[in-house]
């Protein structure tokens, strides 16, 4: 028995759309998503999303949906925190999509639903604690916990945690707020700032990816330590360098053989995890 299912992943960049059948696999999209850029004026975006998925085959047997959202994210109001994203602060998300589609919805953040993803279908699949990271233009984290993510006060944010220095590292870090936290030394624009390249265009050789290395292992070793998960997907476009194993033997040198190291490994959804995290929270919104 397969249910269809709506997702939308909305990002800094773009809004993405799909209708998927959902059963015991992993979805399988109807027709292709509906992409639009992420624009000033979100309701009116919202108004032409829902103009074209509307007409995509299977939208009047949609049992329920999802939203990934990017953050910060009121999960509680269902609205977005203060951003930088022009037109987007304070914007009510979920009751905008209510609005507009009347079946059971889940809005999480994007990172907890590509995690819910890779905890149903993917590589983290059946763990009892599961880390996914994100490590691209800044670094996110979702924590599951017998694939449920876990909410608190806000959500976890663990790209922003301290790390130790790497010794020959003088550079002050990138993150606004911190400085050098694991993001501010270890994202995209860290790899910028200090090299003063884009990390597209540095040699795989190029130094700048064992300082990546040393800090993620470093990183990754006080959420191990902290949240002992079973295993710890790492996506994002810094990620698409393969460090993975160079990245778990950092954690288990970090980790000192107190404990386990727990795997490192690439997401299976890769570009696509946020849609299908999406799917992941329709599925959790049409059991409830
Ligand atoms: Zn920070």
Redesign the pocket.
Known sequence: MADLFIGIETGGTKVVAGIARVGSGQPEVVAPPIVVPTTAEPGRMLDGLFERISATPGFAEVAAAGIGSFGPVDLERGSILPTPKPGWSGFPLLAEVRRRLDVPIVLDTDVNAAGLAEWRWGAARGASVAVYLTVGTGIGGGLLVDGVPVHGLLHPEM??IEVARHPADAFEGA?????G????LTAGPAIRARWGESGESLPDDHPAWEMVVWYLGRGLAQIALTVSPEVIVLGGGVMTRSLHGRVGESLAAALGGYVPTPPVTAPRFGSRAGLMGAFALAGMAASR
Do not use: M, S, T, Y
């Not at 993150?175 to 400085?179: K, L, P, S, T």
């Not at 936290?181 to 501010?184: I, T």
């Open positions: 790209g922003h993150c606004g707020a911190h400085g936290c694991l993001e501010g």
